[in-house]
């Protein structure tokens, strides 16, 4: 998919005041962890919940309110083909999101608008068991009642300004959220040199990020490697296909743009591959990583795989 505008074409976006009860968490969030991922929208607020800390942000609100400086980025739920191809400008499409029965998904901002709703709701405290959250005076309940909102029509017309905002940006994400987001791009169409342009990737950092995102279903898919430890140190796989060592191991093109971005290793080289995961972060319980620190790819790693 290519755009046919630029991303940030416009002087201004719709910003809107939600009422937070019509604002609904993205269960698509590439933060969140892959078992998590589609889930109900209560399990992935459990999930932010539990592995987000979210108190931290929830102590500052409960202090100061809602900064505005900050709004939340969302796209209508519901929204029609018709208005959609009528425009984001026209007046059909305005109406539609500041109808008060309109709700949205928030692709930016999961982390404050899960502590809001924990903040506003005593019974979902008490089903996360969490019985020490502030207190809020009215002035900052009616504040965080009300949400500031910048509407884009849908999800792919977001994603490169998310794209620049996490991959290149100020707010970057851990290195295998940024895959799977570029992943999610791919599947909407988007083309790998479109999306490296757009977040201004000039080293191939996504496309590599691809590449070992796929090397880890790969190895999901055909030997049943568990890929949790992967997913936490992810940067050490991006490392390692960096070396001209490592990928000549796995038989890969020595050009990344020669490189698969669907099934990068080939099926004769599988072996190979689980030795490399298995040196990089174990098997399980079972098997232990003999690389604990990045330097040790560079330093032993690319050295030992040149050896016969």
């Not at 078992?35 to 100061?64: C, H, P, T, W």
């Not at 504040?143 to 909102?149: A, F, G, M, R």
């Not at 090397?215 to 030997?223: D, P």
Request: hydrophobic share 40%; proline share 4%; aromatic share 8%.
């Amino acid at each position: 998919m290519a755009l046919d505008r630029i991303p940030g074409y416009g002087r201004k976006r719709f910003q809107l005041d939600v009422d937070f009860e019509r604002l609904h968490l993205d269960v698509l969030n590439p933060r969140l962890p892959a078992n998590i991922q589609g889930k109900s929208e209560s399990e992935v607020l459990r999930a932010l919940y539990e592995d987000f800390s979210l108190e931290e942000i929830a102590i500052s609100m409960s202090q100061n309110g809602y900064f505005d400086e900050e709004p939340l980025v969302a796209i209508p739920r519901e929204v029609t083909a018709k208005l959609l191809k009528l425009g984001y400008d026209s007046p059909e499409f305005k109406a539609f999101i500041e109808k008060k029965t309109t709700h949205f998904t928030v692709v930016e901002g999961n982390r404050r608008l899960a502590a809001i709703k924990i903040l506003l709701d005593k019974s979902l405290q008490q089903t996360l068991g969490k019985r020490s959250w502030p207190e809020l005076g009215k002035e900052v309940h009616d504040d965080l009642s009300n949400l500031p909102v910048i509407v884009y029509p849908a999800r792919d017309q977001v994603v490169p300004y998310l794209g620049v905002r996490h991959i290149t940006g100020i707010k970057k994400w851990e290195s295998y959220a940024k895959a799977r987001y570029i992943i999610n791009m791919l599947d909407m169409g988007f083309k790998i040199q479109d999306i490296e342009q757009g977040i201004g990737d000039q080293q191939g950092a996504g496309r590599k990020s691809v590449i070992c995102y796929r090397m880890l279903e790969q190895a999901n898919e055909e030997f049943e490697y568990n890929i949790d430890k992967a997913t936490e140190d992810f940067s050490y796989l991006i490392l390692s296909i960096g070396q001209g060592s490592i990928k000549r191991y796995l038989g890969l093109p020595r050009r990344l743009a020669e490189i698969s971005l669907t099934k990068p290793v080939d099926t004769d080289k599988l072996a190979e591959l689980k030795n490399l995961l298995s040196w990089l972060f174990g098997e399980g319980k079972h098997v232990r990583a003999v690389v604990d620190e990045s330097r040790d790819i560079t330093n032993f790693l690319s050295a030992v795989v040149s050896s016969p």
